[in-house]
């Protein structure tokens, strides 16, 4: 993803996770009144890194949702899986954008857990969340954290620390997990993950999870909506499974395919979650040919 777009070179000191001299001198504000679709999924998660406004929004979604929280845990279970297939293959350096506030099992602790030389750049845009993870990552010099948009790839590829991290002539696993549901415009999603699999060489693999409608009503699904419209992300759609698998164009699919995240590659001690009414959300693993 990079050095087909320009040079690369080494990092100055990855233990500072690389904060550019641009972002020391951002103004990070925190509005504790605007829900964060990070700190929501904080809450669903069961963690305390959230304010009673992302709470209120939460509750309001899983009203709405009644299987909002085990959709979340699901997810952060595909993780987990996807990651190890990927190192497992050989894999040992990765692009996670949207990354959320750090909580248990993340992309670099299951990668460096196979291959402890694996090398992890967190992408995100929520204060809260660079904060976090910049401090719980303070000491791991193969994981980088930076502030970007995922709407903005090329700015993230062109980022000094990303180039400085990762090296884009070898494969790349590229993890978009719950996160291209909050760009509401198919256009604009398919240029984000069009953008992504230019940049990275033969091999790279993507992980995609995203979110359906499940048995939800249309009605439901626009309250939904409206909820998200109020946080910074702007909105929420649920997609297909065939529009969720039209982003792996150039992508040869691992087995399952695009499947309920529960249902690819489950473990057989996992805990099954119960089935109730709500959104689903499902998830694959592409290798690009």
């Known amino acids: 993803m990079i050095d087909r777009l320009g040079h690369s070179r080494r990092s100055r000191d990855l233990g500072d996770c690389d904060v550019t ?30 304010f009673a406004a992302d709470r209120e929004a939460a509750e309001k979604i899983m009203k709405l949702v009644p299987n909002a929280r085990e959709i979340a845990l699901a997810n952060r279970a595909f993780l987990r899986r996807a990651v190890r297939a990927m190192v497992e293959s050989g894999i040992d350096q990765f692009l996670d954008i949207g990354t959320g506030l750090p ?20 992408v995100d845009n929520d204060p809260i969340v660079l904060a976090h993870a910049r401090a719980l990552l303070a000491d791991n010099r193969r994981t980088v954290v930076i502030s970007a948009d995922m709407r903005d790839p090329e700015g993230i590829l062109r980022h000094e620390a990303v180039r400085a991290h990762l090296d884009f002539d070898r494969p790349v696993g590229v993890l978009l997990l719950a996160i291209l549901h909050f760009v509401v415009d198919d256009a604009e999603c398919a240029r984000i993950v069009a953008t992504l699999r230019r940049a990275v060489a033969p091999g790279s693999t993507l992980a995609i999870s995203h979110v359906t409608s499940g048995d939800l009503t249309e009605e439901e699904v626009r309250q939904g909506r409206d909820v998200y419209t109020a946080t910074p992300a702007g909105g929420i759609v649920p997609r297909t499974h065939a529009q969720v698998r039209s982003n792996f164009e150039g992508f040869d699919l691992l087995p399952p395919g695009v499947v309920p995240v529960e249902d690819w590659r489950p ?12 959104i689903g959300i499902v998830g694959a693993v592409g290798v690009l040919r």
Do not use: F
Not at 31 to 48: E, F, I, Q, W
Not at 109 to 121: G, K, T, W
Not at 268 to 277: I, K, S
């Open 21 to 50: 001299d641009r972002e020391r001198a951002r103004p990070w504000v925190i509005d504790p009144t605007t829900p964060s679709v990070a700190r929501m999924y904080d809450y669903y998660l069961g963690g305390k890194d959230n």
């Open 267 to 278: 473990e057989p001690e996992a805990v099954v979650l119960p089935r109730r009414g709500g």
């Open 103 to 122: 909580t248990q099992e993340n992309v670099h602790q299951v990668a460096q857990r196979v291959n402890p030389d694996a090398r992890v750049v967190y």
